[in-house]
């Protein structure tokens, strides 16, 4: 039988590399585009 700390570390892999493997949703990517806009702005000199 196989050890449970096994198994477990076994399917967290599996399941991190299946979230790894999914796109990132656009509205994710417009959030951190504006993010870094602000940021941007935020350090410019005034």
Sequence with gaps: MMDPNNQIASKLRALYSAVEQE????????????????????????
């Design 23 to 46: 796109p990132i949703p656009d509205m994710f990517l417009d959030l951190l585009e504006k993010l870094d806009q602000a940021e941007r702005m935020g350090k410019s000199p005034r």
